[in-house]
């Protein structure tokens, strides 16, 4: 078992940054990938990033391809997902989650663990 907690969400304002914390807990994650989810009101969950915990190579949603970096830290067991020139359209609960082998993918169904969400509001 793998438990996922996030923190770090809040409100910004466009044009900010913030970054967002998943410390996880259970097991070690080199044979794990790892991803960043959100999910707008009304809208379904989509992929936002993804790690590679044992390479560390990254993968990203052509949306927030150059404004978002996720990375790990090996020693803390924790990923982060630091935002930058957020947009309002980037509102949405954010979820870290992590699945059983090395790829990344984007379909939330391949993923076996999830935290439980932490909200990143940004104002206009």
């Known amino acids: 078992q793998v438990q996922l907690v996030e923190s770090g969400g809040g409100l910004v304002q466009s044009g900010n940054s913030l970054r967002v914390s998943c410390a996880a807990s259970g097991r070690t994650l080199t044979s794990y990938a790892m991803g960043w989810f959100r999910q707008a009101p009304g809208k379904e969950r989509e992929f936002v990033a993804g790690?590679?915990?044992?390479?560390?190579?990254?993968y990203y949603a052509d949306s927030v391809k150059g404004r978002f970096t996720i990375s790990r830290d090996n020693a803390k067991n924790t990923m982060y997902l630091q935002m930058s020139s957020l947009k309002p359209e980037d509102t949405a609960v954010y979820y870290c989650a992590a699945r059983r082998g090395v790829m990344v993918v984007t379909t939330t169904d391949d993923y076996d663990y999830w935290g439980q969400g932490t909200q990143v509001t940004v104002s206009s």
């Open positions: 790690i590679r915990w044992i390479s560390g190579s990254t």
